[in-house]
T-cell receptor, first 113, second 113 residues
């Protein structure tokens, strides 16, 4: 089966600019996750969707980060405005349902200048 | 919330020897423990997972053990090969509760030929 697709792979922006990431989960997977992975650390969950509803966004910095999953398939994660500390790899993962193994995409490496 | 600690942060072993990575978790309600392997610049890949109704699980050269009383779990890799070199992350979550994965800080495993 095709894996989780993410784009772009790399993005370089200046602080205070905005950026958006896209994720297409494995076909049929109802649950979608966005993680932030800072260099040298493990991934940290930002937001979890079940179909097109939010299950957990407790660690999402809502003053600058937003995410949506219209129609319960693709998802976008946006940062506006970006800060230097947002430099990280943003990983999308999906699972067929809650309590099923999560499969990750290759991520988007974001660099803030 | 859940806190996962992982040791060691770096590990070097001779090819053919065994490697052991250990993790402890804080939330006694956690009942799902996956291990991910992440090669440089690539996506985390699930290599093995265990649920709390099982004490040990094995898949060829990889095994995971779980001690719920002590709240720790370990990854064992036997007969190590150069392609085992990567960063390994443990994680914990609660099925049908809070499925978000809380990751450890990672172990950089280097296999010395």
């Amino acid at each position: 089966e095709a894996g989780v697709a993410q784009s772009p792979r790399y993005k370089i922006i200046e602080k205070r600019q905005s950026v958006a990431f896209w994720c297409n989960p494995i076909s049929g997977h109802a649950t979608l996750y966005w993680y932030q992975q800072i260099l040298g650390q493990g991934p940290k969950l930002l937001i979890q969707f079940q179909n097109n509803g939010v299950v957990d966004d407790s660690q999402l910095p809502k003053d600058r980060f937003s995410a949506e999953r219209l129609k319960g398939v693709d998802s976008t994660l946006k940062i506006q405005p970006a800060k230097l500390e947002d430099s990280a790899v943003y990983l999308c993962a999906s699972s067929s349902d809650r309590a099923q193994p999560q499969h990750f995409g290759d991520g988007t490496r974001l660099s803030i200048l | 919330g859940e806190n996962v600690e992982q040791h060691p942060s770096t590990l070097s072993v001779q090819e053919g020897d065994s490697a052991v990575i250990k993790c402890t978790y804080s939330d006694s309600a956690s009942n799902y423990f996956p291990w991910y392997k992440q090669e440089l610049g690539k996506r985390p890949q699930l290599i093995i997972d265990i649920r709390s109704n099982v004490g040990e699980k094995k898949d060829q050269r990889i095994a995971v053990t779980l001690n719920k009383t002590a709240k720790h779990f370990s990854l064992h890799i036997t007969e190590t090969q150069p392609e085992d070199s990567a960063v390994y992350f443990c994680a914990a979550s609660i099925d049908f509760g809070n499925e978000k994965l809380t990751f450890g800080t990672g172990t950089r495993l280097t296999i010395i030929p």
